[in-house]
């Protein structure tokens, strides 16, 4: 546990000296959901239609752009080997480093999306089910994408890559999440996808520590 | 019977399983042959026009099958994936990134036939069904494990790379086909599952089958001799390559 919350803080101290890690996602979260409006005839009907599909992929795009942080730093730096020769589970560091992730990138935008939310017209009972879809599918999305990252992290140019890698294995986690928005904003209980959204959550929780740790090993070796 | 783990053990030595493939490509070729020989004429000639879709209900003969595979040479890569990763056979290694290009293929084949077969029928080429959506995701989830064989150098690495994307893929398949078929559905209901009563005349269901495994064998041909290229290529500096080519 002690090694787990020396990881986390490491990750949360490094970020807090680089600002710009965790505040450009937010600012291109912004510009692409602004880039869709003017892609549209000004205040057109669809989308306010659009914007829980919008606002979810723009989440989905912005958490993807900020994975080249997790692993590669600490691979040219040699850091992930000591995790490997260290006596502590490496699926409990990685763990950590995913949580240290989702703390840094996820959550920001998770709390960037309702101001956005209102640009695109919606009332403060779909915002309230928009947080609670993305405090839901963001882990799952976060940790997804840190699997992949970590399947190519000794590649020396991964770019179109990993999000061919990532976007097809979260379509569930899109479907459940804008679908609850979605829901709320046609005034139908949006319990239901919100519970799936759980339930991938907890399944990648449990499973994508492991898997990546795995990648990890096969990338070292 | 424990000849049959020795037998096994020998098969994944490269040389012997080269030589295996060998003797067995001509047979499943042979078969491939008549079983889709024999589908093709029963299908497009002898069965009879659907009293409902005409003539375009022929298409069935290609789509069906096509779809079958795309989903059975993705458990079958898994499964190549599992013993990857827990035996670290080589063997496996080549079987999983061969699948991974076939299995693309058959899929591509599904959307293709899917397709022109839904412009008569639905009056569109494409609609965001839970089918053909779920479809084009799996696609998408071959292509993934091509592009990142690609490009991992090493051989060994790449696999391994490829066989927890392929695992991690397989979980997820069933979690996209009903989160997409929980978002939409359209496509017409299963025909041949039913296995008491098919919803089909025999006339149309003997060809289909016939197709379904001459898909399969045919499938069974295609891996075999791309993993042969694939040991070939790989094990190119030891000298049972030099006698085998020479």
Redesign the interface.
Known sequence: MQAFAAVLARELRLAARRRAEWALPLVFYAIVATLFALGASPNAPWLKVAGPSILWVGALLAALLSLERLFRGDYEDGTLEQLFVSPQPVSLLVAAKLLAQWMIIGLPLTLMAPLLGVGFGMGTGVIGVLILSLLLGMPALVLTAG??SA??V??PR?GV?LP??V???V??VV??GA?AVRAAETGVPADAPLY?LGA?AVLCVC?VPL?AA??LK??L? | MTWIPNWLHRLASPPVFHGFADRLTPWLALASAVLLGYGLVGGLALAPADYQQGEGFRIIYVHVPAAWMSLFVYSFMAGAAVVTLIWRIKLAECVLTSCAPVGASFTALALVSGMLWGKPMWGTYWTWDARLTSELILLFLYLGVGGLQQAIGDPRAAARACALLAVVGFVNVPIVHYSVEWWNTLHQGPTITKFDKPSIAPSMLWPLLSMALGFTTFFGYVLLQRVQNELLWRERGNPWVRETLA
């Open positions: 699997f992949a399947l190519v000794g590649l991964t890559l061919v890698l976007l097809p294995l379509c569930p479907i459940f679908g799936f991938i499973g898997a795995a990648a096969n990338a070796d």
